[in-house]
């Protein structure tokens, strides 16, 4: 299967400081990449839809002010999390999407990213 | 109205013992299904997808899709201990996005 990379895959801040978190597909170009998060014992929560090239779409009620995303290119998405808080405090996953022509696309995910705001 | 459902478990089969797993969806136009297991503390991997009604087997795993129903579901033939994770059953319609159940919590015991 492809191959997403995150980094870093653990980081410790203090609150009020802002964290970025990188998302790389290896070996194929994304031009789709997906920003989830996960609190402990609960499932996935998207949060936007990263487009190469254009403005993301965030779902309802995640801040698009705080959760900034970027997609640059076909092979790296960036989430930064401004003014981290406490309450940010959680797994990070991103995924990215590979077409395969007329058999549809599949999702992969990266490694995650665990965010722990002090 | 959750859209894909699923029983939140924990499934508990023995080791050897086939492990079913079983997921509901709402949308009727939805098209494309996938299985994700997820490991404590790890991502979702992608274990089987499929789009068509009827059965699709990969090794252990085999997919069953019935469009009719609006169901889907995963078997796990001769279950190991290092199958104990959080299946996570996903939908899609077309080029949606994907919509994950809340997973189903396996436990395979030795």
């Known amino acids: 299967g492809a191959v997403v990379s995150q980094h870093p895959s653990r980081v410790i801040c203090k609150s009020g400081t802002s964290v970025k978190i990188e998302c790389r597909s290896l070996d194929f170009q994304a031009t789709t990449m997906f920003w989830y998060r996960q609190f402990p014992k609960q499932s996935l929560m998207l949060m936007a839809t990263?487009?190469?090239?254009?403005?993301?779409?965030?779902e309802q009620g995640v801040e698009k002010d705080k959760f900034l995303i970027n997609h640059a290119s076909l092979t790296l998405s960036t989430l930064t999390v401004t003014s981290a808080h406490p309450e940010d405090s959680s797994f990070y996953i991103c995924?990215?999407?590979?077409?395969?022509?007329?058999?549809?696309?599949?999702?992969?995910f990266g490694p995650g990213t665990r965010l722990t705001v002090l | 109205q959750k859209e894909v459902e699923q029983n939140s478990g924990p499934l508990s089969v023995p080791e050897g013992a086939i492990a079913s797993l079983n997921c509901t969806y709402s949308?009727?136009?939805?098209?494309?299904f996938f299985w994700y297991r997820q490991y404590s503390g790890k991502s979702p991997e992608l274990i089987m997808s499929?789009?068509?009604?009827g059965d699709k087997e990969d090794g252990r795993f085999t997919a069953q899709l019935n469009k009719a129903s609006q169901y889907v579901s995963l078997l796990i033939r001769d279950s190991q201990p290092s199958d104990s994770a959080t299946y996570l059953c996903?939908?899609?319609?077309?080029?949606?996005?994907?919509?994950f159940g809340t997973g189903t919590r396996l436990l395979v015991s030795p």
């Open positions: 995924s990215a999407r590979v077409y395969w022509g007329g058999a549809g696309d599949t999702q992969y």
């Open positions: 499929i789009y068509s009604n």
């Open positions: 996903a939908v899609k319609s077309g080029f949606q996005k994907l919509v």
């Open positions: 990263s487009n190469e090239g254009s403005k993301a779409t965030y």
């Open positions: 949308d009727r136009g939805s098209q494309s």
